[in-house]
């Protein structure tokens, strides 16, 4: 097992917040809400939204060429 710095790096990402999600559900009688997972799911948010913002502000400034971007 990842010990230290590195693991709560890994638990920053948000794909693992969503794989240890589906792992609480289906493994364990606990899901990822109710376990002590309350800052990860804050980060996990805050980096989704942020991705949200940033991949809207790209759109939008491609908007009239986004398909030869692509």
Known sequence: MIQGAICILFKAFPFTYLVEG???????SSTIVTEHNGLYTIVF????????VWGNSVFKKNKKDFADVL
């Not at 589906?22 to 364990?28: K, M, N, P």
């Open 45 to 52: 948010w805050v980096i989704t939204i942020l991705m949200f």
């Open 22 to 28: 589906f792992r609480q559900a289906f493994i364990s």
